[in-house]
T-cell receptor, first 113, second 112 residues
Framework: GAGVSQSPSNKVTEKGKDVELRCDPI?????LYWYRQRLGQGLEFLIY????????KSGLPSDRFSAERTGESVSTLTIQRTQQEDSAVYLC???????????FGSGTQLSVL | SQQGEEDPQALSIQEGENATMNCSYK?????LQWYRQNSGRGLVHLIL?????REKHSGRLRVTLDTSKKSSSLLITASRAADTASYFC????????????FGQGTILTVHP
């Protein structure tokens, strides 16, 4: 596609429910990143995938968070048993490889009530 | 832990003036990147500077890197109201290969 696509753009959920966020990277991009951004804050690294290598999960804040990527295409970020502190914009980015510039999607605004 | 830290947190200038934002980091890096964000959603890449480079230009943007001081600066010359946005530096290095760590950002407001 022309750019990184994320869906949904907005998600409102109730505390305790599970949510799944989707990211479609730019075709041919081997690296894919997930970040979280709370209101007025910087980007918090969550996880990245690079080709067939094991993902770097060092930024996932708890075991309620998990992510998967199918080959070098779509990725899903799953948050189980959502909490109010999970409310944030979740940003996905892809790049041609590690240590290259990132192309960001427009993000998913998650609101946990 | 935070790698890049921007300074100042907020900057307000008039159109036509230059804007300078600074970024400091703690560990050795492979490269440093600057991004721009409008309205709290997707970021747009501006410039990437590698650790063996000292200065790069792109249009009205000039980025410098001083690895001895572990700092970088972004200069926007002849600013325009459309430059109003948040600007972030991001560093790639330290112990995590490929992990790009962002700072808290500088909010730039350019008044017409």
């Amino acid at each position: 596609g022309a750019g990184v696509s994320q869906s949904p753009s907005n998600k409102v959920t109730e505390k305790g429910k599970d949510v799944e966020l989707r990211c479609d990277p730019i075709s041919g991009h081997t690296a894919l990143y997930w970040y979280r951004q709370r209101l007025g804050q910087g980007l918090e690294f969550l996880i990245y995938f690079q080709g067939n290598s094991a993902p770097d999960k060092s930024g996932l804040p708890s075991d309620r968070f998990s992510a998967e990527r199918t080959g070098e295409s779509v990725s899903t970020l799953t948050i189980q048993r959502t909490q109010q502190e999970d409310s944030a914009v979740y940003l996905c980015a892809s790049s041609l490889g590690l240590r290259e510039k990132l192309f960001f999607g427009s993000g998913t605004q998650l609101s946990v009530l | 832990s935070q790698q890049g830290e921007e300074d100042p947190q907020a900057l307000s200038i008039q159109e036509g003036e230059n804007a300078t934002m600074n970024c400091s980091y703690k560990t050795s890096i492979n490269n440093l990147q600057w991004y721009r964000q409008n309205s709290g959603r997707g970021l747009v890449h501006l410039i990437l500077i590698r650790s063996n480079e000292r200065e790069k230009h792109s249009g009205r943007l000039r980025v410098t890197l001083d690895t001895s001081k572990k700092s970088s600066s972004l200069l926007i010359t002849a600013s325009r109201a459309a430059d109003t946005a948040s600007y972030f530096c991001a560093t790639d290095g330290g112990t995590s290969y490929g992990k790009l760590t962002f700072g808290q950002g500088t909010i730039l407001t350019v008044h017409p």
